[in-house]
């Protein structure tokens, strides 16, 4: 497979690159008015669109990013030969693939937020930045770029922000656990790499980068080959699929749950509860540090993500069924990780809602969880397969019929295995009769283009021939 | 013997289909509308016959070569194909040849009837005979299972929902008493009747609601 040194990062939107790891963020999304006026628009937001471009002077005080529906791009009338040229899950949308992700019972689109129940959506724009202030400058100045042009009308916006520790954001999530750790390398993307973060090579024991086919359409993928994309091939090289899922979080039964298991599971509560995601509150693997947490190896970056599950068979350190296992199954399925290389999928996003601590009352009501995005070549062979096989069901793991403990949509009658072994502080374990922990509110599936895409959207030239 | 796999055997048939062009519809498409009404689940026909672990049936038109350049071949008749696994201990597939015949001969006159020489379930012997001039045998066969009996898969599949539904309501009970509800419950599991072939799905805890044969790759 041939590989490259460096991508062309000014082509390529900053948000596909990076992490921004900028504390505030508000999603905006547009409903585009006629196609005239929303190419005025975007060809207006062009020069404020963030690129992939290094920030040697430091980071902006914002950004913003572009990413469209399929209903999107017809609204924009880009030629019929490239809306068909999509892939098939991406001209159905998010919502037509709810019996295919398990978005049924509480997760069903019916319940969705009111922003997904009336006019499409047709535009995701997001701004992250410094400050709150920093964000909502950049919003006024695009509310009056989208005033001036009158090519969309804002259908609603969500805001997120790093959760707040002793005034320093950080990259905890609601239930407490520590996030951020997963997402892979690839080839040509310039990022401070880790062990743990790529591809298992044959040694089993060393990562590469991902090819960079698995992210960025264009280039070769896993397989060797280029990903299913949109034609013609200048509009979708250096773009990307976004998936985007709004994951309330049910903090009040979650910590019930935990509350009601706890006394039972002879490891304690907070075991317990590492047990399910596979890493203690602070990050530290189980798979690495299974009796307790440990700050020396959860903050080492050679470390945090470096490890395989080839000597836990069983489970005992890292649960078959916890979550960071399932999602990211390493060497656990044999050959070397290859069966899950082409299943990676980098994500992006921040919580929302107010941050609750242990000892402060809380309910399912208070609006709190996460923007979960995922970035992929190929919504329906990364996210989708992720969703469908590895969350909401248990096969590929051994799992059986058995859920994502934190994602599934148990409908009250989920059950986990926490495997165990003779020592007291680390018995086996089964929790069952468990609820949704989270609960889906709305999403979509967008198209991320290149920023020379978006110019040739702006100006009406995309042609398929 | 490359169709064995310990007591597991599988068992796979290839049947030429009758090409008859005054046939309207024709034959394979005869075929192809029975088998999409009959059912999967614990009332397949498939799924009252003794030893059947897995049963899936093809209509095979033709094989296309995807290449470049194109290469037309074509098959020299439409088939179809039966691939299962089955209990066979001894290798000698008769045994379960005959127990399709004796159990579902309707269904399996249903479809076979389309087939080039199918002399009918009624005759069994000759129903045994034609099946056995039809297998294919291979040198890899999809395995299905392990190699546990139809009945001892069903009944460790029971077992096991049964014990995971023990242990979550019987965690942390003082020992005695652990120990009295677990003799009982062992007398329990192991009194009951073993479950149909093709039941378990509706007896597992959460049905699978999820639609799949989808596209992903």
Known sequence: ?465 | MPNQNGTVYGLTILSPIIDDERATPSHDLQIRHYLATLPTDEHSPFAQVPGTHLARLVVMDDVIYVGMPACEEHLNSKYLIFESNIDCPDGNVDTYLRGLAETVAKHLDAIWSHCVGYPGAGNVAAFVAYMKACQLTTTFFFAAVNDKSVTESLRALQTQKAVAEFIATHQGMPAAQLQAEFLKFAADVKAAPTPRPGSMEQMMLARREIKTGGHNE
């Open chain 1, 1 to 465: 497979m041939a590989t490259m040194s460096k991508l062309n990062e000014t082509d390529i939107q900053g948000f596909v690159l990076r992490g921004y790891n900028l504390p505030y963020a508000r999603y905006v999304f547009l409903h585009l008015t006629e196609a005239t006026s929303a190419r005025a628009l975007i060809g207006r937001l062009l020069p404020l669109i963030t690129t992939g471009q290094r920030w040697d002077g430091g980071k902006p005080a914002s950004t913003v990013n572009l990413a469209f529906t399929h209903p999107g791009l017809v609204a924009l009338e880009l030629p019929d030969a490239t809306l068909y040229s999509f892939p098939p899950e991406f001209q159905q949308g998010m919502r037509d693939r709810a019996a295919i992700l398990g978005d049924t019972g509480l997760n069903a689109p019916e319940r969705w937020d009111d922003v997904w129940q009336g006019d499409p959506v047709h535009a995701w724009l997001g701004i992250n930045g410094q400050t709150p202030e920093a964000v909502e400058a950049c919003f006024a100045q695009i509310a009056a770029v989208i005033a001036e042009t009158g090519g969309a009308t804002i259908l609603g916006a969500q805001d997120g922000a790093a959760v707040q520790i002793a005034g320093k954001p950080t990259t905890k999530e609601h239930f407490g656990y520590t996030d951020g750790f997963g997402n892979p390398d690839y080839i040509g993307v310039e990022r401070k790499s880790q062990p743990g973060q790529g591809k298992l090579l044959e040694d089993g024991k060393t990562w590469a980068p991902l090819a960079t086919g698995e992210l960025l359409l264009g280039y070769a993928d896993e397989a060797g080959e280029l990903p299913v994309a949109p034609v013609p091939h200048i509009l979708a090289r250096n773009g990307t699929f976004m998936v985007y899922r709004k994951l309330h979080q049910n903090v009040a039964t979650f910590r019930k749950y935990l509350d009601a298991q706890a006394p039972l599971y002879g490891g304690g509560a907070e075991k317990l509860k590492a047990k399910f995601i596979g890493r203690w509150s602070d990050g530290t693997p189980l798979e690495l540090s299974p009796d307790a947490p440990d700050a020396a190896i959860a903050q080492d970056p050679m470390r945090s993500t470096n490890f395989t599950y080839g000597d836990d068979a069983d489970g005992t350190r890292c649960p078959i069924g916890a979550h960071v296992r399932r999602v990211h199954p390493r060497d656990a399925f044999g050959f070397q990780g290859r069966l899950i290389n082409r299943r990676r999928i980098t994500r992006r996003g921040l919580p929302y809602g107010t941050f609750a601590d242990e000892d402060e009352a809380v309910s399912d009501e208070q609006d709190r969880g996460v923007i979960f995005m995922a970035l992929n070549a190929s919504i329906s062979r990364q996210f989708e397969f992720v969703q469908q096989q590895w969350i909401e069901y248990g096969n590929d793991a051994h799992q059986g019929n058995d859920k994502d403990v934190l994602m599934g949509n148990h409908g009250g009658r989920g059950k986990f295995v926490v495997q165990g072994d003779r020592s007291p502080s680390n018995p086996p374990f089964v929790c069952s009769g468990l609820p949704n922990f989270v609960e889906l509110r709305g999403g979509a599936y967008f198209f991320l283009p290149s920023i020379t895409a978006l110019a040739m959207i702006a100006m009406g030239l995309v042609d398929p021939r």
